[in-house]
């Protein structure tokens, strides 16, 4: 199936949706993105790609990237890494501080603010040169240069309060190993990476094929920490709309507050798609819809 005709299909037809979604406003930086970017990359596993409209155009990957410090935090500490985060639903929005406090110090999963702060703490604690090996790892996934936005990770420490908060109760807890500035440097670093729909597909398929880059043939991450990312993804990578995310497209996939979404269809290929604008969920909302058609159509759930 040629896709990018698909893609322009599905695209004419929900631009007649109203988009009501509104651009992240609590980044002063993200707030002025063009709201009517739209980009779409497909990439399948024998290197086969199709794209349409702004999938050149690079933007602010911030929660997708929490999958990528997951996967080297994983692949590094192995099954001691579920000792300090949990793989469970959160149920609540992705900056919440509800649980935390109930649950000690002990995020619900990695994708959650929480989650990932203490995910940034391990790797703080693990790697040499944070920052840059962290962007190595990624650079290796993408195969282009991408790199950290200083402006944006600048304009989210400018106004953090609630990951301050976070961090500051998980610290108190006993679960934030290392000085609170060097894991949130690194967290806002980590979500103000840049990439085009085209390199954010070619990062995620990986994670479609049991772990091992099909391009580099390296593996990545070994099977069954490949199988567990996805599910991962599946329950837990659209915070409180993770069930609807399912119930409507299906796919495992993770969502960030710049408006993009990735998703995984194991054994096939991976996908992205970029539009600002997010629902009250904080996940953009003519991606949402899009995906939604896309596996519809073609019966492209993994159900
Ligand atoms: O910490 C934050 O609030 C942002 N850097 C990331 C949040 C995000 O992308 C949530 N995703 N939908």
């Not at 579920?82 to 935390?100: C, I, Y």
């Not at 994708?111 to 840059?132: Q, R, T």
């Not at 329950?235 to 409507?248: H, I, N, Q, V």
Request: charged share 20%; proline share 4%; net charge negative.
């Amino acid at each position: 199936m040629v896709f990018s005709t698909l893609f322009s299909e599905l695209y004419h037809s929900i631009k007649k949706t109203p988009n009501s979604g509104e651009v992240a406003q609590y980044i002063p930086e993200l707030a002025l993105v063009d709201p009517n970017k739209f980009g779409v990359s497909l990439v399948k596993l024998n290197a086969e790609n199709f794209h349409f409209g702004d999938a050149q155009e690079k933007f602010s990957i911030q929660s997708i990237a929490k999958v990528l410090s997951l996967t080297l935090a994983y692949k590094i500490c192995g099954e001691k890494l579920w000792e300090r985060v949990g793989v469970e639903p959160s149920g609540t929005a992705f900056n919440s501080l509800v649980q935390l406090e109930y649950e000690k110090g002990i995020p619900r999963n990695p994708f959650i603010n929480a989650g990932a702060l203490v995910v940034a703490d391990v790797l703080v604690s693990e790697l040499k040169n944070p920052n840059d090996d962290f962007l190595a790892f990624v650079n290796q996934l993408c195969h282009t240069q991408v790199s950290y936005s200083k402006q944006v990770a600048a304009s989210e420490k400018s106004c953090a309060y609630v990951n301050t908060a976070l961090i500051n109760l998980m610290k108190s807890f006993g679960n934030i190993k290392n000085d609170i500035d060097q894991v949130m440097d690194l967290y806002f670093n980590l979500c103000s990476i840049e990439m085009t729909c085209q390199e954010l597909s070619q990062t995620f398929l990986f994670l479609a094929n049991d772990g091992v880059c099909p391009l580099s043939e390296q593996e990545i991450i070994d099977h069954s920490k490949s199988k567990r990312i996805n599910s991962i993804m599946q329950l837990c990578g659209f915070y409180d709309e993770a069930g609807e995310f399912s119930f409507k497209v299906g796919l495992p996939g993770k969502s960030g507050v710049g408006g993009g979404i990735v998703v995984v269809r194991p054994h096939e290929f991976s996908m992205a798609v970029w539009s600002p604008k997010l629902n009250a969920k904080g996940n953009s909302f003519l991606g949402t819809k899009f995906l939604e058609k896309f596996t519809t159509k073609i019966d492209y759930s993994i159900f």
